[in-house]
């Protein structure tokens, strides 16, 4: 079962860039070859959003309900609730950390792209960015452990991985590895393919030693710890040596690319079942994952040294496409000793973060998945996700075991302990069936006693209110033309033509949109935009990003670029000339009013006697601006 050498991917040769700029065709095919939504999709989940358009939670803001919209044709994204937005590479450096140069090496990397320097090409022992040194070194570092494995050295880490229904297989699906028990194995190694000794202390593979770094890891099993792409990020390490007075499980510490509060060990296999099922399985350990994933519960993932907390939330919630429709579950397993009670009131304190529905799973002789498998069989595992309970049932009952409920200072006592748990339910109807529930189990018999007691105690705990969101304003129907219309002209040139390009800048009334209607101008106008894509989009940004080293206005000109990129229309595709149509006859039909009603102002106010010709003059440009106002009315009503 564990004979035979391990079937793990030989190491290249060790390769770095010269420093110098990449060329522009190189950074032109990244991003052709970097679809958005497949690199978007690796991070959050999306849906469509209808009109081309994909949507999910924002991986930027915190946020209740999606707002991140991504438009695979045009290759942007942009984030209505932050103003985050950009193309594929904007995308990679913020959410990953990185320099331009950075996220576009990563990027080819991901495609399999060999990129050409201005000022050179690939040669061994130069610098590059940090991150990439430091996931080169992790990868490098998995293969060495993994290798390690079959050793007669790591004959303890096979026997445990045995004993615990493990196969060589299995080792080899999760990268299970085993660190050797000397003191300098692994950086020995790391250091021979030209990683620094500083490198590997700053990414938490060694420490610093009387002559030299030693390794962090030395006689344990050991887990690689991959971030939601696959990079290997971090290790779990557990001890296998009585003679190792360590702790029972060492994790990675923290470092430039590895951030426990964040990080969910097993989420780069489970994110594509977590997001298909809408259901994540939270265990405690590494081989509950290993063990859960093998018995058919693929969505199981696990925090690393660390209490499920906010972070995590976060990452899952946007795996989930967490929204308010309640279809989702997330379910935690703890042992149903006071210690596994501790921690499922831990997550509930949480769970007002989560939109989706909570469950508790919990082994009522408090075997963990891993040790349930071992003796009761793949079954057993998914029974136990199977038979989950709603975190808030727990909650409440795991409270009022600790009262006696036969007397009624008991029972009192647990109402009134209960009472916040109840009123943090988010959703009215369940709060009352459980309002139900927790009368019917302390026994009053007193619905109305019941919901009186939370609210006295409540009540009493609530401080002085927050103060009351200020009510947004509903948007000018003018500015809302306007927007539509700058949409048409940055999605869809071509429906409007000619007829937009001779508009004017007077035609818009807010800074902002004179402004995109400037640089509109300035590449052409609408006539030279075609049926839009990627390419004019490109060319606005570009032209934006000048207008942007002038002034701040030109940051704010490239951000709404790119919102008006990715935005949907208001119209279906098939009808989308008739609405281009109306609404440009619309926004030509406001414009004109204007006009109608500054000249009847001016009019009212010139004497008709004493200013004769100047009166004249305005009642005929009143009577043009009045037919034409007229004809555009009937356009836009007709298209």
């Known amino acids: 079962m564990w004979g035979g050498e391990p079937t793990v991917p030989p190491a290249g040769p060790k390769l770095a860039r010269v420093a110098g700029r990449i060329s522009d065709e190189d950074i032109a095919i990244v991003r052709e070859r970097s679809p958005i939504a497949d690199v978007v999709g690796e991070h959050i989940q999306l849906r469509n959003a209808g009109g081309g358009n994909l949507k999910g939670l924002c991986p930027f803001h915190d946020e209740k309900s999606p707002s991140f919209n991504v438009t695979p044709a045009r290759g942007y994204y942009y984030c209505f609730g932050c103003a985050e937005g950009g193309d594929v590479i904007t995308f990679v450096r913020k959410i990953e950390n ?45 293969e060495f452990y993994a290798e390690r494995l079959a050793t007669p050295d790591a004959a303890p880490g096979r026997r445990f991985l045995s004993e615990r229904g493990f196969e060589r297989v299995d080792a080899e ?6 660190a050797p028990a000397e003191w300098e194995a692994l950086s020995r190694h790391l250091m021979g393919r030209g990683f620094t000794a500083q490198e590997l202390i700053r990414g938490g593979l060694a420490r610093e030693g009387r002559r030299g770094p030693i390794d962090r890891f030395r006689g344990r099993l050991v887990w690689p710890i991959r971030d939601i792409t696959g990079d290997v990020i971090g290790f779990g390490a557990r001890k296998l040596l009585e003679s190792d007075d360590g702790p029972k499980y060492l994790n990675t510490p923290e470092s430039p690319i590895y951030h426990k509060s964040s990080v969910l060990y097993g989420v780069d296999l489970a994110k594509r079942e977590i997001a298909k099922r ?18 058919g519960v693929p969505t199981a993932v696990a925090t690393c040294g660390t209490s499920f907390g906010e972070e995590h939330i976060k990452v899952l919630r946007r795996l989930l496409l967490d929204q308010a429709e309640f279809r989702g579950e997330v379910i935690f397993t703890f042992d149903g000793d006071s210690a596994g009670q501790k921690a499922a009131l831990r997550a509930f304190q949480d769970e007002q973060k989560f939109v989706t529905q909570t469950f508790v799973a919990v082994q009522p002789d408090g075997l963990d998945p891993c040790d349930l498998r071992v003796k009761q069989g793949d079954a057993a595992v998914r029974d136990l996700v199977a038979s989950r309970e709603p975190l808030f049932a727990f909650a409440i009952r795991s409270v009022l075991s600790r009262y006696d409920l036969n007397t009624n200072e008991g029972r009192l006592g647990a109402l009134d302990a209960v009472a916040p ?27 109305g006693f019941v919901i009186r007691r939370i609210q006295q105690v409540i009540g009493k705990d609530r401080g002085p209110g927050q103060a009351r969101a200020p009510r947004q304003e509903a948007v000018d129907p003018a500015v809302r033309l306007e927007v539509e219309v700058l949409k048409l002209a940055v999605q869809r040139p071509a429906l409007l033509g000619p007829e937009f390009d001779a508009l004017g800048a007077e035609t818009f009334t807010l800074p902002e949109h004179v402004g995109l209607y400037a640089i509109i101008m300035a590449v052409g106008g609408t006539a030279m935009g075609g049926s839009g894509g990627r390419e004019w989009v490109d060319r606005l940004l570009e032209q934006a990003g000048s207008a942007s080293a002038t002034g701040e206005q030109g940051a704010d000109l490239r951000s709404m670029t790119t919102r008006f990129a990715v935005e949907a229309l208001r119209a279906d595709t098939a009808v989308e000339e008739r609405y281009a149509s109306a609404m440009l006859a619309k926004l030509h039909e406001t414009a004109v009013g ?44 007709g298209a």
């Open 421 to 447: 748990v109840v009123a943090a339910i988010k959703d009215p109807g369940l709060r009352k069936t459980y309002v139900v529930d927790l009368d019917r189990w302390l026994g009053f018999m007193d619905e």
């Open 278 to 295: 809408s259901q994540a399985v939270i265990v405690e350990g590494y081989t509950d994952v290993m063990a859960c994933h093998l018995a």
């Open 173 to 178: 699906r999760f990268g299970v590895g085993h």
């Open 98 to 142: 990185l320099t331009f140069t950075e996220a576009v090496e990563r990027l080819a990397q991901r495609g399999g792209i060999q990129l050409r320097y201005e000022q050179g090409g690939y040669v061994p022992g130069r610098e590059q960015g940090e991150r990439t040194r430091l996931i080169e070194a992790h990868r490098a570092a998995a």
């Open 594 to 637: 204007r006009a109608l009603t500054q000249v009847k102002s001016r009019l009212q106010r010139l004497n008709p006697v004493e200013e004769q010709q100047e009166y004249k003059r305005l009642f005929g440009e009143l009577v043009a601006l009045e037919q034409q106002h007229r004809v555009l009315r009937e356009r836009a009503a």
